[in-house]
């Protein structure tokens, strides 16, 4: 299929692709600036030079016929309405979101927040001091959410607001990222590397090193506290016991690990896990890890050349509760191929018998830069709806008392879904939190980390690392001078 949009104002043409992908991720879309309308099957006429003044109309059109038309007015859009960009872009969004859920009788039940964080939206109303049913009304009237998805969105501020607003700018959070993997997972788009040799790694390593010791200095000379660290990746866990004492022992020269309020490191796959490695974390002050099966079903495992086994999952969690940890988070992602609803149910029934404090519920996006993205067409499809599996998911979490707590969604995820953090009472990710709701500086380290620098207006500027490991080990110092010439500028 291909439809076609006639505009005047190229700046909508980014959003308005954003919301035709919640309907179609498939057909082609052409942006029109001159209007020959005879020429097309099926098109969207939209009337936006007058939107400086306030006002916009939107039309669908199918063989010549008017099949629906509608109009607003940015009067309409409160939550948005001090930026001025955004308030005209809300106002298409939903206009185009209302044609074309006519044309394809379907109803997002995200409505027209096609972004990665919808939460942002409901902070920024209760931030303005709305009311509840205020805030209520707008979310499902203006931006189209469902009675469901604003009621998860709610409950998620609920936890995370006692984070949001307190001294916030004095903090930062230092990610640190890992590019090496056993193997790549088809499902993975992250920057990583699966052969490798081990010098390499003490190599990379090395910059490393050199890379958290200048970012912590910077951090300290304008005066922000660190607030949680986290070990991403990649598998951090394929460090070795001395690379991983090396890289406390530099952030530890700066910073007092006892006085961090939460370390994290993704242990991650459970055929990378033992007790020396354990052992060190607990050592060197890591309170919350990650053991993350994916699914509990050997068969998928193999198929997403996941290398570990199901046995290995539970010897990784038993041996981490030996040792000590408390706050262990297992992920787990939905509609991976040919797994139906029983697959999914054996999967949650082994994984809140284990009782994990921490339960991530992704659902699969189809990311470029995966393998699996290449090769879909020779993997099983999923016999049930995925809407159906996620709220298995969801009751095995809620039934055993997991509570959401934060939640993102990205491009090209299935069934329009989203990714659901759980966690047991008072044992949230602090830092997971502040990531997705974009609250403090996060300062990050290692091949192709992105750095997000809080300004004064309250926005942030992102900085991305070299994403070639030769290029980062090479050019250290230009990443290095990147970040200190935004954290440091004057004002």
């Keep these: 299929m291909l439809m076609n949009f006639y505009l005047s104002n190229s700046e909508f043409e980014f959003d308005i692709r954003n919301i035709f992908r919640i309907f179609d991720l498939n057909s082609k879309m052409i942006f029109k600036y001159t209007f020959k309308a005879d020429e097309d099957e099926l098109y969207i006429i939209i009337n936006d030079q007058n939107i400086d003044d306030g006002y916009a109309s939107v039309s669908l059109?199918?063989?010549?016929?008017?099949?629906?038309?509608?109009?607003?007015?940015?009067?309409?859009?409160?939550?948005?309405?001090?930026d001025e960009k955004k308030h005209k872009k809300v106002l298409i969004k939903k206009l185009v979101y209302e044609c074309l859920s006519v044309y394809y009788d379907?109803?997002?039940?995200?409505?027209?927040?096609?972004?990665?964080?919808?939460?942002?939206?409901?902070?920024?109303?209760?931030?303005?001091?709305?009311?509840?049913?205020?805030?209520?009304?707008?979310?499902?009237?203006?931006?189209?959410?469902?009675?469901?998805?604003?009621?998860?969105?709610?409950?998620?501020?609920?936890?995370?607001?006692?984070?949001?607003?307190?001294?916030n700018d004095s903090f930062y959070n230092l990610y640190i990222g890992i590019p090496f993997c056993p193997t790549k997972c088809t499902y993975c788009s992250f920057i990583s590397f699966a052969r490798?040799?081990?010098?390499?790694?003490?190599?990379?390593?090395?910059?490393?090193?050199?890379?958290?010791?200048?970012?912590?200095?910077?951090?300290?000379?304008?005066?922000?506290?660190?607030?949680?660290?986290?070990?991403?990746?990649?598998?951090p866990s394929v460090l070795s016991v001395r690379n991983i004492y090396d890289i406390f022992?530099?952030?530890?020269?700066?910073?007092?690990?006892?006085?961090?309020?939460?370390?994290?490191?993704?242990?991650?796959?459970?055929?990378?896990?033992?007790?020396?490695?354990?052992?060190?974390?607990?050592?060197?002050?890591?309170?919350?890890?990650?053991?993350?099966?994916?699914?509990?079903?050997?068969?998928?495992?193999?198929?997403?050349?996941?290398?570990h086994t199901v046995e290995d999952v539970y010897r990784a969690y038993d041996l981490a509760k030996t040792v000590g940890f408390d706050s262990i988070n297992m992920d787990l992602i939905l509609g991976l191929p040919g797994e139906n609803k029983s697959d999914v149910e054996n999967t949650m029934k082994s994984i809140v018998e284990m009782n994990p404090e921490n339960i991530t519920i992704h659902t699969l996006a189809y990311k470029k830069g995966s393998k699996l993205y290449d090769l879909l067409k020779s993997f099983p499809e999923n016999e049930n709806s995925l809407v159906d599996v996620a709220e298995v998911a969801k009751n095995y979490c809620i039934d055993n008392d997991y509570m959401a707590y934060y939640m993102y969604?990205?491009?090209?995820?299935?069934?329009?879904?989203?990714?659901?953090g759980y966690c047991k009472a008072n044992k949230e990710s602090i830092y997971n939190i502040i990531i997705i709701e974009e609250i403090e500086t996060i300062l990050a380290c290692g091949v192709g980390a992105a750095s997000k620098i809080l300004l004064p207006n309250g926005k942030h500027k992102r900085i991305s690392n070299y994403k070639s490991l030769?290029?980062?080990?090479?050019?250290?110092?230009?990443?290095?001078?990147?970040?200190?010439?935004?954290?440091?500028?004057e004002g």
């Design 61 to 82: 059109h199918k063989d010549g016929v008017e099949l629906f038309a509608q109009e607003g007015r940015t009067s309409d859009i409160e939550i948005e309405k001090t």
């Design 106 to 167: 379907y109803k997002s039940s995200y409505g027209i927040l096609s972004g990665i964080r919808p939460g942002k939206l409901l902070t920024q109303a209760h931030m303005f001091g709305l009311s509840e049913n205020k805030v209520m009304n707008i979310m499902k009237e203006t931006y189209g959410v469902s009675d469901e998805k604003f009621d998860l969105l709610d409950d998620i501020y609920n936890i995370q607001k006692k984070y949001i607003g307190i001294d």
């Design 196 to 235: 490798y040799e081990k010098h390499l790694v003490d190599e990379y390593v090395e910059i490393l090193m050199k890379d958290v010791e200048q970012t912590i200095i910077m951090a300290r000379l304008k005066g922000l506290k660190l607030h949680t660290v986290y070990f991403g990746g990649g598998t």
């Design 249 to 307: 022992d530099k952030i530890s020269q700066y910073e007092n690990i006892d006085d961090v309020t939460e370390v994290n490191f993704e242990a991650g796959r459970a055929d990378t896990i033992n007790k020396e490695l354990l052992e060190c974390l607990k050592d060197i002050g890591v309170d919350r890890i990650c053991i993350n099966p994916q699914t509990m079903k050997q068969s998928t495992l193999d198929l997403v050349k996941r290398n």
């Design 409 to 420: 969604r990205q491009k090209r995820i299935k069934d329009n879904l989203e990714n659901i």
């Design 470 to 489: 030769t290029d980062y080990m090479d050019k250290i110092n230009l990443n290095i001078e990147e970040k200190r010439d935004v954290l440091l500028a």
